[in-house]
DNA sequence: CATTGCAGACTACAATTGTCAACTGAAATT
DNA sequence: AATTTCAGTTGACAATTGTAGTCTGCAATG
């Protein structure tokens, strides 16, 4: 995990974290909540649980107001980066290009993707 | 997951998962544990779990000779396949394209894999 | 100001995961 | 044949995860 994580967010967790990197600014729990269970159709303690969950393993921030605001610590790109990696490690050896190579050859990119993916690597130096 | 599981592989019992993919033929435990005791330093309790974890999930097959010889049911590439499209639904929002710019913009590519996608992606139609 | 609603803290509880020990019966060894 | 060695099975136990209930005190509202 990042290594200012205390552990890795969990599949629940994740939810919480998308939606605090999807809003500008830090939420107080009644935001998060009113979300949740509506995307999600969780009660609202099992959303408090996992906001305390997360806060205890250092990946949201609170602050004090009338109530806590919260907000993440890590960024979503470093998570996804840091998922992503840990997925070459464990699965392709430390190879990226072998995902790259898994993807390609097991259909997981549309001729758009594709197309667009040739462009990235043309520009890139 | 694969659609042939009846859960996740965990992040142990891949070890297991990975030394069978690498054997050509079946194995039986003796040779399994052989090794994972030395490359993992797990107890022969700890492996005997794992593999019948696996099989009672539906990724190892046993087959009755003398005693049990073990093999894989699901390839190392449909596994590899299904965890990268899982990671990517998760947490590129299903487009792949997207976890590629990641591994682009967060340095998780070296000179040389860059060079060889852009050959890879010069050749793909 | 009395009442209500909910944030925050604590507790709970089943399922999964990482590790491993004990037992049992068959195979190998002496 | 008696002994030893494990494979295979069953059980175990702590930590983590998914999901949720309860209680307490403050803040908004009538």
Same mark, same amino acid.
Do not use: H
């Given at each position: 995990?990042?290594?200012?994580?205390?552990?890795?967010?969990?599949?629940?967790?994740?939810?919480?974290?998308?939606?605090? &990197?999807?809003?500008?600014?830090?939420?107080?729990?009644?935001?998060?909540?009113?979300?949740?269970?509506?995307?999600?159709? &969780?009660?609202?303690?099992?959303?408090?649980?996992?906001?305390?969950?997360?806060?205890?393993?250092?990946?949201?921030?609170?602050?004090?107001?009338?109530?806590?605001?919260?907000?993440?610590?890590?960024?979503?790109?470093?998570?996804?980066? &840091?998922?992503?990696?840990?997925?070459?490690?464990?699965?392709?050896?430390?190879?990226?290009?072998?995902?790259?190579?898994?993807?390609?050859?097991?259909?997981?990119?549309?001729?758009?993707?594709?197309?667009?993916?040739?462009?990235?690597?043309?520009?890139?130096?």
């Amino acid at each position: 995990m990042p290594d200012n994580l205390a552990s890795k967010i969990t599949d629940s967790e994740l939810e919480v974290m998308k939606l605090l &990197w999807r809003a500008k600014d830090a939420l107080p729990v009644t935001v998060i909540r009113e979300q949740l269970q509506e995307s999600k159709g &969780w009660e609202p303690a099992t959303i408090k649980t996992l906001i305390a969950r997360l806060v205890s393993k250092g990946a949201v921030r609170q602050e004090k107001r009338n109530v806590f605001y919260y907000s993440p610590v890590i960024t979503e790109k470093e998570y996804s980066s &840091w998922a992503t990696k840990d997925l070459i490690a464990r699965i392709y050896n430390g190879k990226a290009r072998d995902l790259i190579a898994s993807l390609v050859s097991s259909d997981g990119l549309s001729q758009d993707d594709i197309a667009e993916l040739r462009d990235m690597f043309k520009v890139e130096e």
